[in-house]
């Protein structure tokens, strides 16, 4: 079944881009678990959105990396609730966290090295310490 639109942040996945399903849910849940379909399969098409650009596409790869099917479907599974409805909720609200992760840009890394002062500083307190050590052992005089 086609789903609504997904706004993230100022971004909106379109409802076409995702896709969800309803089966059976394992575990508690009575007499109604062999005949209610809770648990909940929603699919966004991530290699066909037009949504997202190519760098925040790679990014929500690696971060779904254990949710990718074969089509290169992210495929989100929602059983929490007994109740169909609050499962799908459920599972659109773990997509937009992805993608809200996906869409922030990690800062570059800058290297540093240490400065003089601190080069100083830790060849200084190597030096102290060696000589604290040499002093414990006493003279050979006895």
Same mark, same amino acid.
């Given at each position: 079944?086609?789903?609504?639109? @997904?706004?993230?942040?100022?971004?909106?996945?379109?409802?076409?881009?995702?896709?969800?399903?309803?089966?059976?849910?394992?575990?508690?849940?009575?007499?109604?678990?062999?005949?209610?379909? !809770?648990?909940?399969?929603?699919?966004?098409? @991530?290699?066909?959105?037009?949504?997202?650009?190519?760098?925040?596409?790679?990014?929500?790869?690696?971060?779904?990396?254990?949710?990718?099917?074969?089509?290169?479907?992210?495929?989100?599974?929602?059983?929490?609730?007994?109740?169909?409805?609050?499962?799908?909720?459920?599972?659109?609200?773990?997509?937009?966290?992805?993608?809200?992760?996906?869409?922030?840009?990690?800062?570059?890394?800058?290297?540093?090295?240490?400065?003089?002062?601190?080069?100083?500083?830790?060849?200084?307190?190597?030096?102290?310490?060696?000589?604290?050590?040499?002093?414990?052992?006493?003279?050979?005089? !006895?």
């Amino acid at each position: 079944m086609a789903s609504e639109a @997904l706004p993230v942040g100022e971004l909106v996945i379109p409802g076409t881009d995702l896709t969800w399903t309803a089966t059976r849910s394992s575990g508690p849940g009575g007499q109604n678990v062999n005949k209610v379909s !809770s648990r909940v399969e929603l699919r966004f098409d @991530l290699e066909g959105t037009a949504a997202l650009g190519l760098a925040v596409k790679n990014r929500l790869r690696l971060l779904a990396k254990g949710y990718l099917d074969a089509e290169g479907r992210i495929l989100i599974r929602s059983e929490r609730t007994r109740d169909r409805q609050q499962n799908l909720e459920d599972a659109r609200d773990k997509l937009r966290e992805l993608v809200a992760q996906a869409l922030v840009v990690p800062k570059k890394r800058r290297p540093t090295k240490p400065s003089k002062g601190a080069k100083a500083r830790r060849v200084d307190d190597k030096r102290k310490q060696g000589a604290k050590k040499r002093d414990r052992h006493g003279s050979d005089a !006895s």
